[in-house]
């Protein structure tokens, strides 16, 4: 069974820090999504990853598939970059999703 | 981007009837959608995997006759809650596979969100 572990549950910053998400998991995946879900509820896609780094914007995603662990990163950070952040990992089309991380930016 | 949505976005029903949600890929073929649960500030819980034109594969703990799922169409599946309970109150999110794409690509909806009085 694919446990997924995401670090830390909760994270508190202001407008500007940047900010480290990490997510770890235990089997062999085939990729690694980060997804966004903002309250109210909508889930958003940010990236999907299978190995190296990927960027956009102010987001920036990495994977290290020998240590089973990614991060998500995001500069500059924004009051509306608050969400919540989930991990989730594909085996073929089944994903197995990490708890979140609650990020709140204050202003 | 590829696009899925969900209709209602949020629904209000008595104890005892039954509610239909639907999801549509909007500009894809999608063979495989997915059904999930959510709790409140909980993760997302897999209910079914819905796959065009053959019986839905529920996952351990569901009800396939609560809830019932047709996915009748490349580009629509519906899940009924069937003689909707309190309990069954929540936030329930479909997404999509791409045909045409990786298997691991996955697109979701908006979600719906179910409220049983």
């Known amino acids: 069974k694919n446990e997924v572990e995401q670090s830390p549950q909760n994270l508190t910053a202001q407008e500007g820090e940047f900010i480290t998400i990490n997510c770890s998991y235990s089997?062999?995946?085939?990729?690694l999504h980060w997804l966004q879900q903002h309250p109210g509820g909508g889930i958003v896609s940010l990236f999907m990853?299978?190995?190296g780094k990927k960027k956009h914007g102010r987001l920036i995603a990495t994977i290290n598939i020998q240590e089973k662990h990614s991060s998500l990163h995001i500069t500059a950070s924004h009051p509306r970059d608050s969400a919540v952040y989930i991990c989730?990992?594909?085996?073929?089309?089944?994903?197995?999703f990490g708890g979140g991380t609650r990020l709140m930016v204050k202003p | 981007g590829a696009v899925v949505s969900q209709h209602p976005s949020r629904v209000i029903c008595k104890s005892g009837t039954s509610v239909k949600i639907e999801c549509r890929s909007l500009?894809?073929?999608?063979?495989?959608m997915f059904w999930y649960r959510q709790f409140p500030k909980q993760s997302l819980m897999l209910m079914a995997t819905?796959?065009?034109?053959?019986?839905?594969?529920?996952e351990q703990g569901v009800e396939k006759d609560k809830f019932l799922i047709n996915h009748a169409s490349l580009t629509l599946s519906t899940l009924t809650v069937t003689s909707a309970h309190p309990e069954d109150s929540s936030f329930y999110i479909c997404?999509?596979?791409?045909?045409?794409?990786?298997?691991?690509?996955?697109?979701f909806g908006p979600g719906t969100r179910l409220l049983v009085l």
């Open positions: 500009d894809f073929q999608a063979t495989t």
């Open positions: 989730a990992v594909s085996v073929g089309n089944m994903l197995t």
């Open positions: 089997v062999g995946i085939s990729a």
């Open positions: 819905s796959n065009e034109g053959s019986k839905a594969t529920y």
């Open positions: 990853l299978s190995s």
């Open positions: 997404s999509a596979r791409d045909a045409g794409g990786p298997r691991e690509t996955q697109y």
